[in-house]
C-alpha cells in the first residue's frame, strides 16, 4: 500500500487546507504513478464521453427547434392565415347579394386573391406539415374548391336574376363556418401544442442527461487535479487548468444553450402565437362584421335582426381589441361601425338603395377598407414578432461539434497534464 512521506512540506503547498488535501490524496491504496495513469485514462475517458453526449444532445436539442418552427409555428401560421382568407372571402363574395353578381373589378380581384392566399396557405402547410396532418389539409382543400363552386354558382344565378343564388351563398357560408373554420382552427392548435412540446422535450430529461455528462466530467476533473495536487505536493499543472476552463465552458455552452431555446419557445407558444391568433381572430371577426351588414341590407328593409346581431358582434370585438391594446384598430373600427348606423337609418328610413350604395361604395366601405388594413397591419406585426422569436430559439442552437472538441481538447490536456507529474514516479 502507498505511504505518505514522513515530512509534508505544507508550506510549500499553502498552509492547513492544503495538508488536508495531502491526507486526502494519501488515502487512496494505491500507487502514485499507478494511480496517475488510471486517473489520466479515466479522467480522459469521461471528457471525451461527455463531449460526445453534450453534442448528441445539442443536435437533437437543434432538430426540435427546427420542427417547432415548421411542424408547429409554420402549420399553426398557414392554418391562421387560412382561416383569415376564408374570412376574407366570405365578406367579398357577400357582395354578391347587394351587386347582383356584377361586381366591381376590384371586388372580383380582392375575392379571387383571397381564395389563392388560402389556396397558398394549405400547400404551405401541406410542405411544412406532418403525415397526421393531411387529412385535414386534403378535407379543406376539397371544401374550399366546394366553396368556391357555391359561390361561382350564386354569382351567376344573380346575374339571371334568379333568387337561388342567395341560398347559394348561405351554403357556401354554411360549409365555412361549420366544417371549414373548425377544421382549421384544429390544425392551428396541433400546430401550437408542437411547439410547447419541442419546448418541454429541449428542457426535459435527454437535456438533463447532457448536462449531467458535462458536469459529471468537470467534477471528475476537478477531483483528479487535487488528487494530483495531493500526491505529488505541487502546484496544479499548467495543463490540467486548461483542461478545466475548456470543460467548464463547454459545460455553460449546452447549459446556455438549452436554457435560451427553452425560454423562447415557451415564450413562443404562450405569447406570441397567442397574440398572431388573436390578431388573426380579430381581422375575421372584422370579415365576419361585413358579411352581417350586407346580409342585412341585401334583406331590403327586414334586416333588423342582423342590424342589431351587427352591433352585438362589433361591441364583442371593440372589448376583445380593447383588452389586447390594440387602440389603433379600435379607432377604426369605431369609424365603420358609425358608417354601418347611418346605413342602417337609410334602410330603416326606407331607402334601400342610398344603403346599398353606403355599403358598396359610400362610406360604409371606405372605413371598412381601411378597418380591414389596420388588422393587417397589425396581423402582419405579430407574425413578425412570432418569426422573431423562433429565430432567437434557432440562434440558441450551438454547433454540437463544439462540444466534442471541447471534450477532446480537455481530455489531451488533462491527461498530458496528469501524465507529466507521473514521470517523476516509477
Not at 331590403?300 to 391594446?325: E, I, K, P, T, W
Request: charged residues 20%; negative net charge; glycine residues 8%.
Amino acid at each position: 500500500m502507498a505511504s505518505p512521506p514522513s515530512a509534508l512540506p505544507s508550506p510549500g503547498l499553502g498552509g492547513a487546507r492544503l495538508e488536508a488535501i495531502e491526507r486526502w490524496a494519501w488515502r487512496i491504496p494505491l500507487p502514485t504513478r499507478r494511480l496517475l495513469l488510471l486517473l489520466a485514462v479515466a479522467v480522459g475517458a469521461a471528457l471525451v464521453l461527455s463531449g460526445v453526449v453534450g453534442a448528441a444532445v445539442l443536435s437533437r436539442n437543434s432538430d426540435a427547434v427546427h420542427r417547432a418552427r415548421t411542424s408547429g409555428v409554420g402549420v399553426a401560421q398557414s392554418a391562421t392565415e387560412f382561416r383569415t382568407q376564408l374570412a376574407v372571402a366570405d365578406a367579398q363574395a357577400a357582395v354578391t347579394l347587394l351587386s347582383g353578381g356584377l361586381e366591381e373589378p376590384a371586388d372580383r380581384a380582392a375575392y379571387d386573391k383571397a381564395v389563392l392566399d388560402a389556396s397558398t396557405a394549405l400547400t404551405a402547410a401541406a410542405t411544412l406539415g406532418r403525415p397526421e396532418d393531411t387529412d385535414d389539409i386534403l378535407q379543406l382543400s376539397e371544401q374550399l374548391v366546394r366553396f368556391n363552386g357555391s359561390v361561382e354558382t350564386s354569382r351567376a344565378n344573380s346575374r339571371q336574376g334568379y333568387p337561388v343564388g342567395s341560398a347559394y351563398l348561405s351554403q357556401a357560408r354554411e360549409l365555412a363556418r361549420t366544417e371549414m373554420v373548425p377544421r382549421a382552427d384544429r390544425l392551428r392548435r396541433e400546430g401550437e401544442r408542437r411547439v410547447a412540446q419541442a419546448a418541454n422535450d429541449i428542457s426535459g430529461p435527454v437535456s438533463a442527461v447532457g448536462v449531467a455528462a458535462v458536469a459529471v466530467a468537470t467534477v471528475l476533473l476537478l477531483a483528479a487535479a487535487t488528487i494530483v495536487a495531493g500526491r505529488t505536493r505541487r502546484l496544479v499543472h499548467p495543463a490540467i487548468a486548461v483542461a478545466a476552463v475548456a470543460i467548464l465552458v463547454a459545460l455553460a455552452v449546452i447549459l446556455t444553450s438549452v436554457g435560451d431555446q427553452t425560454n423562447e419557445l415557451r415564450s413562443a407558444a404562450t405569447d406570441e402565437l397567442e397574440t398572431f391568433a388573436a390578431a388573426n381572430d380579430a381581422s375575421s371577426a372584422l370579415s365576419n362584421l361585413r358579411v352581417t351588414e350586407i346580409n342585412a341590407v341585401a334583406a331590403r328593409g327586414s334586416g333588423d335582426a342582423l342590424f342589431a346581431q351587427f352591433r352585438v358582434d362589433a361591441d364583442a370585438l371593440r372589448s376583445r381589441l380593447l383588452g389586447q391594446g390594440s387602440v389603433s384598430l379600435v379607432a377604426q373600427l369605431d369609424s365603420y361601425t358609425s358608417a354601418v348606423r347611418a346605413v342602417e337609418d337609410a334602410d330603416t328610413a326606407g331607402d334601400n338603395q342610398a344603403a346599398a350604395a353606403l355599403t358598396l361604395t359610400g362610406d360604409s366601405g371606405n372605413t371598412f377598407d381601411d378597418a380591414r388594413r389596420a388588422a393587417a397591419g397589425e396581423v402582419a406585426g405579430a407574425q413578425e414578432a412570432l418569426t422573431s422569436r423562433v429565430d432567437a430559439a434557432d440562434d440558441a442552437s450551438r454547433d454540437p461539434v463544439l462540444l466534442i472538441v471541447f471534450g477532446v481538447v480537455a481530455a489531451a490536456l488533462a491527461a498530458a497534464g496528469i501524465l507529466a507529474r507521473a514521470r517523476r514516479y516509477r
